[in-house]
């Protein structure tokens, strides 16, 4: 409503302005120029009919203080109480059924009505036959349309009503005209000033039913002369029509068979199925095709590459129905190049001649009754030389490769690649074989491979080897004294055959992973300290050898030098060297040393382990310099016993005592000479060396005898 208002405030604020413009606007003020009153230009009812009238309405406003009216049709609210009746847009009054409907006119707030009533123009429309209407397929029929007015005049309207039909697969209509198009039952409708009429149609076949026959079998050879079937629709039991013209063919596949009017033509190997349609009846029929031969073959038949300007190739094709005997069918069939331009194709009856034109390819291309072969001729420029890009291989026995590509120099001094044209030939095919357009190493040996191309070859020599099983290099790392050179370390393979190698280390490629570490020739130099990995690489296998770099040492420090142990005992043996500078480093987990006699000591890394009695020497090289530990393994001392616990002596006599030593193996040893002997008074007593003691005066004392940590004594009295 808001809208509304605002819309008429905007109308009268133009109304006002159009005033103005008039001769006698000058005296009116905008208190005379407020809309009073709205009014129809015609007031009195309205009457229409439906699909026949339409009425403008229009209205006015009445302002104050002028003589003159505005109009405000466009401006107003228009409705209708029943649209569906009525239906009013800017005052256009439309009848769409018959009945009665207010229609209204609302503006400035002001709302003005009045009646419209629609009715039909006439009081109903019929058809023309009336009744359900059965008609045949090929037949027409005019239905009639026929308006009757309220006096019952009866005018035909078939031109100027509206026809639709519920089915047009069924029968269309047009102007009352029904033509049947397919059996079955549809809903004729007219439709003229608002009022409409059916009439039921059934459509049916003149005929019973539809048959094909034909005097020859529906089994077919491609390539065989055409076969007519004639359709024959079924009018009563015992007559027929011939329709085979006026019917409608079909084929399920036209590939296999083409038809036309009943006329089949074979075209390719398989079934497909034959309609023939008529007025609402149709017959179907399965055609079989077969190929009239087993096989198609063109001679040569692989693929052909040649040069510009090189002879033609003579083709022939024939065909076969079993193993021993051909027809030959080369000027019988069709033969096609699909690039002329390359290869042009000419046919003689000695055969297909194909001339090679200029570079490039074209698939040629042959057909005779249903059978097609077709193989790819490839162009190539002329060339002057052939390459490749290895002169020399290396293969392990059992690899195999592809054929390396053949190029061809061409006139321009290009090169092209001639994959199909080049023919490989192997030397000794017991060490290389050729197949399947890749090479095998077969056994160890030496061959060549040619590559020829028309009168142009190319060779490659080829050497094959047994793989490498192992490298056995013998150290794993290496020291090295900063500016000092060294060999490398000798290494031994073992090849997958067996077959063992003492030194190879003259054939092998060594690679230094550090710049501190410079290799040159068959010599390694140590630059820097640091640690690098050198690396050996022999035919198939590598190994990797820890070289560690350092200043010279000028002292070592071994603790201990000598070392005694037990059986079963372990000891580490500590090492440390000094360099020029007096600084000091720890070498012993850098050392390997080596045991004299492993039966008796075994050693790993610095630690030493006693096995047996015995004396041992332990090696080592560090910076070429030797380095010696010697390492004793005694049992293990349990304790000691003396040949008598007590001891009377005179004064001035002497008495002798022997002490032996009970090892945990169980054997006893005298050791009274090696023996520390003491006396705990020796103005009593003493003993020497020897365990000899003499009685000094009367009195007790004890005598002790001290050997590898254990202890003896011997009370003694004097009288």
């Known amino acids: 409503m808001p809208a509304i208002l605002g819309r008429y405030r905007i109308l009268t604020i133009l109304l006002i302005a159009a005033l103005l413009t008039t001769p006698f ?214 007559e027929e029509e011939d329709v085979t013209e006026n019917a409608q063919w079909a084929t399920s596949n036209a590939n296999i068979v083409a038809v036309e009017k009943g006329e089949l033509t074979a075209k390719s190997q398989g079934t497909a199925k034959i309609t023939a349609s008529y007025l609402g009846v149709t017959h179907t029929v399965t055609v079989i095709v077969r190929l009239p031969f087993q096989a198609l073959k063109l001679n040569p038949s692989k693929d052909i ?63 005779h009754r249903g059978l097609s072969k077709e193989l790819r001729a490839t162009v190539y420029p002329t060339i002057t030389a052939i390459q490749t890009e290895l002169t020399e291989l290396q293969l392990y026995k059992d690899e195999t490769l592809k054929l390396p590509v053949v190029e061809g120099k061409t006139l321009a001094g290009t090169f092209i690649e001639l994959p199909e044209l080049a023919m490989w030939s192997s030397s000794d095919t017991d060490i290389i074989e050729l197949k399947d ?93 640091g640690r690098a990995t050198l690396t050996g690489t022999y035919l198939n296998s590598k190994i990797a050898i820890t070289v560690s770099m350092e200043p010279e040492i000028s002292k070592f420090i071994i603790t201990p030098v000598i070392m005694e142990l037990n059986p ?51 090696t080592a090289m560090y910076q070429g310099k030797p380095l010696t530990v010697t390492v004793k393994v005694v049992p293990k001392l349990k304790k000691l016993t003396a040949d008598k616990t007590t001891l009377n002596l005179k004064t001035g006599s002497t008495g002798k005592i022997v002490v032996k030593a009970l090892y945990d193996t169980g054997k006893e040893v005298t050791i009274t000479a090696d023996a520390i002997w003491s006396s705990s008074n020796s103005s009593i007593a003493g003993v020497d060396k020897t365990g000899t003691i003499r009685a000094v005066k009367k009195g007790s004392t004890t005598i002790k005898a001290v050997y590898q940590n254990k202890s003896v004594s011997i009370r003694v009295k004097v009288e």
């Open 568 to 618: 079963g005992r372990s000891k580490l043996i500590q090492v440390k060297g000094v360099y020029k500078d007096g600084k000091t480093v720890s070498l012993s987990s850098k050392i390997e040393w080596t045991s004299s006699n492993s039966e008796l000591v075994s050693v790993n890394r610095s630690t030493v382990k006693a096995i047996e009695e015995g004396t041992v020497a332990l």
């Open 305 to 367: 590459s040649f040069f510009v300007n090189e002879a033609p190739v003579l083709l022939t094709a024939e065909v076969l129905n079993d193993i021993d005997s051909g027809i030959n069918v080369t000027t019988l069939g069709t033969w096609t190049s699909s690039n002329p331009v390359a290869v042009s194709l000419s046919v003689a009856p000695e055969g297909a001649s194909i001339t090679p034109k200029s570079a490039g390819s074209s698939v040629i291309k042959f057909e």
């Open 25 to 238: 606007a000058g005296a009116a003020s905008a208190a005379e120029t407020a809309v009073v009153g709205i009014e129809f230009e015609q007031s009195s009812n309205v009457y229409l009919y439906v699909e026949q009238d339409t009425k403008q309405l229009k209205v006015f406003a009445e302002l104050s203080g002028q003589a003159s009216k505005v109009d405000v049709t466009a401006e107003a609210f228009w409705a209708s109480s029943q649209p569906a009746i009525v239906k009013v847009e800017k005052g256009l009054l439309t009848p769409l059924k018959k009945g009665t409907a207010q229609i209204s006119a609302k503006y400035a707030g002001m709302t003005i009505t009045l009646t419209a009533t629609a009715d039909y123009l006439f009081k109903k429309l019929e058809l023309s036959p009336a009744e359900t209407i059965e008609i045949d397929l090929g037949d027409t029929l005019q239905v009639d349309a026929i308006a009757v007015d309220s006096d019952d005049d009866a005018y035909t309207v078939s031109t100027q009503a509206v026809w639709t039909s519920s089915n047009a697969q069924i029968v269309t209509v047009e102007k009352g005209l029904l033509t049947p198009v397919g059996k079955g039952k549809a809903t004729i409708t007219a439709k003229h000033k608002g009022l409409s009429a059916s009439v039921s149609v059934q459509v049916s076949s003149p005929y019973t039913s539809m048959k094909i026959e034909t005097d020859e079998s529906l089994e077919l050879l491609v390539g065989q002369s055409t076969v007519q079937l004639n359709a024959l629709a079924v009018i009563a039991a015992n």
């Open 437 to 529: 357009g890749k090479i095998k190493a077969v056994s160890p040996g030496k061959a060549t491979l040619t590559a020829a191309v028309r009168s142009f070859t190319v060779t490659i020599k080829v050497t094959v080897q047994e793989k490498v099983l192992v490298l056995l290099p013998e150290v794993y790392s290496i020291g090295l004294v900063v500016g000092t050179e060294s060999g490398f370390p000798k290494v031994r393979a073992v090849l997958e055959d067996g077959t063992e190698l003492e030194d190879i280390s003259d054939q092998i490629k060594w690679k230094s992973s550090s710049t501190s570490l410079l290799i040159k020739d068959d010599r390694m130099k140590s630059l820097l300290s």
